[in-house]
C-alpha cells in the first residue's frame, strides 16, 4: 500500500489541500482563491474564516474520491503566518480544524507549521528533493516580501529575516495600484499579464523599457527597501492620469521591481556566503517577473513550478512526509 500525506492551507486569499506520496510527488491537490468584492483590496478575517470553513469539507471530498484515506500516514497544516511567537490569523484555524478532525478519524498523526515554512517546502521538497542546508529563501506573496537564511530543522524550516521591505510588501503594491485602475483583487496576476506582453515585444530586454518617471527607481539599504513612495506615486498617477499609458507605467514597475529583487538577492547572497537562492509566494509565479531574472545574471535562483508559487497545501503535505519519517525511524518503526 502507497504511502500518502495529507496537507492543508487555509490562507487569508487561497482554500487549499492537496497529498503527495513517498516519493514527494503531488498526487492530488485542490486550490482555488477566495472571493473578493469587486472594488474591495481583501477580506476581513471573519469573511476568510467563514468562506474556507464552508469550502474545506468539499474540497477533502474531491481528494479523498482520488486517493485511498487508509494510505494516508499523516496530515500537515498551516497554522500561522510565520514560525514566531505571537503569530497568529483566525483564517488558519479553518484548517487547524479540519486536520484535527482528520487525522483523529484515520488515527494517524496531524503536524502543524507556519504558512511560511509550507512556501519553502513547496520549492525546496516537492519531487523528492533534498532541502538544501542554508538558503536564502525569498517569500513573495500578497502580504509578505521577505529574504530570510532558511535551513531545515526537525520541525520544519528555521528562518531568519535578513531583508524585505520595511513597509508595504511588493503584492500589496500591485494590488493597490492595480484595484485603482480598475483591476480585480488580487490585482498581480492581471498586471503580470499586460506587462509581459508589453516586455515580451524586446525579447525582455529590459534597457529598452519605457521608463515613464512615475515609478521611482528602488534603493537597497544592506538587503532591506521601502516601497510606499512608489504606491503614493502609482495612485497619485492612478487618480489623475495624463497622457502615460497603464500598460508602460505596469511594465516599468515590473522591470523596477523585479531588478530590486535580483540586486538584493546578489548583494544578500554574497553577504552569506549563500549559493542556494530560492523564490516563492504569488508574486514569484510572475511569467515577467522570472523571464528578466533568468534574463539576468541571477543563475542560481530557482523558483519552483508556478503552480506551488502561491498559497498552497502542497508544502504542509510535503512537511508532514519528512517530519513524520523522521519521527519513525527515530523510533526504529
Sequence with gaps: ???????????????????????????????????????????????????????????????????????????????RPRRIEGSYMPCF?????????????????????????????????????????????FHLSGGTTEALLCSPDNQGYSMEIVGGTRDISVGQLLDRFGVAIGKPFPSGRYLDDIAYEILERTGFDIKRTVRTGVVPRFRLDDGYFNLSGAETRLLRFADDNREISY???????????????????????????????????GVSSSRTFRAIAQGSSLKDVQFGSPELSGDNAAGAALLAKRIDETSNRNSGK
Design 93 to 137: 484555524l479553518a484548517g487547524v480544524n479540519a486536520a484535527r478532525e482528520i487525522a483523529s478519524a484515520l488515527k494517524v498523526p496531524v503536524y502543524g507549521f507556519s504558512h511560511q515554512e509550507g512556501h519553502a517546502a513547496a520549492v525546496m521538497e516537492s519531487e523528492g528533493r533534498t532541502p538544501s542546508m542554508k538558503a536564502l529563501f
Design 247 to 281: 500598460a508602460n507605467v505596469i511594465a516599468d514597475l515590473f522591470v523596477s521591481v523585479s531588478e530590486m529583487l535580483i540586486k538584493d538577492a546578489q548583494y544578500l547572497s554574497s553577504k552569506y556566503c549563500v549559493d542556494n537562492i530560492y523564490m516563492a509566494g
Design 1 to 79: 500500500m502507497s504511502k500518502l500525506y495529507l496537507g492543508i492551507d487555509t490562507s487569508n486569499y487561497r482554500t487549499s489541500a492537496a497529498a503527495v506520496d513517498e516519493e514527494g510527488r503531488i498526487v492530488t491537490q485542490k486550490a482555488v482563491l477566495l472571493d473578493v468584492p469587486e472594488g474591495k483590496r481583501g477580506l476581513r478575517q471573519s469573511e476568510a474564516f467563514f468562506m474556507h470553513s464552508n469550502r474545506l469539507p468539499g474540497y477533502i471530498e474531491e481528494i479523498f474520491g482520488s486517493v485511498d484515506p487508509a494510505c494516508i500516514k499523516a496530515v500537515g497544516v498551516s497554522e
